[in-house]
């Protein structure tokens, strides 16, 4: 059975930025977690930031917090973290959490850090996609139900 690279976040860990959950109660976590299937992941975490942290957003081909800190290499070193866990686990499919700029898979925040979304993907995201791993998000469970079969 396939194993499912999760964002932590959604598992209830606090390792947002704000040091806070987005956790997800559905029957088909439930269902990974009973399992073992479910490998939880925190890009942002293992590429070395701290919780909490400042919010940061893709501006142009970096991202930026919203005091202006660069924090690109964090992000870059996370997503590569999170493909090579894909890798050494041969996962396939991602669950990751909507809207960040790691995780994001449809939605990003503009840059502006204003709460204004617009259509992009997070750069765990886009790397996972680049390599051959389907990645879903909080709103395509359904989806994600199906493929996994």
């Given amino acids: 059975m396939d194993k499912v690279l999760v964002s ?3 598992l209830g860990q606090p390792v947002r930025y704000d ?3 987005h956790t997800l109660r559905h029957p088909l976590i439930s269902q990974l977690i009973a399992q073992q299937r479910v490998v939880s992941f925190c890009p942002e975490v293992a590429g070395g930031l701290p919780i909490p ?3 940061a957003e893709i501006v142009e081909s970096r991202i930026v917090t919203n005091n202006g800190v660069d924090v690109s290499a964090e992000f870059a070193r996370g997503a590569k973290l999170a493909l090579a ?3 050494v686990n041969n996962i396939r ?3 990751l959490k909507e809207s960040s700029p790691s995780c994001g898979r449809n939605t990003i925040y503009d840059g502006t850090h204003s709460g204004r979304k617009v259509t992009g993907m997070g750069w765990t995201a886009q790397l996972l996609e680049q390599n051959g791993i389907r990645v879903f998000s909080e709103e395509q469970l359904p989806v994600l139900n199906k493929v996994l079969g």
Avoid: I
């Fill in 8 to 10: 932590s976040c959604l």
């Fill in 85 to 87: 866990q894909c890798q």
């Fill in 93 to 95: 499919f991602a669950l």
């Fill in 19 to 21: 040091g806070k959950t």
């Fill in 53 to 55: 942290r400042e919010p």
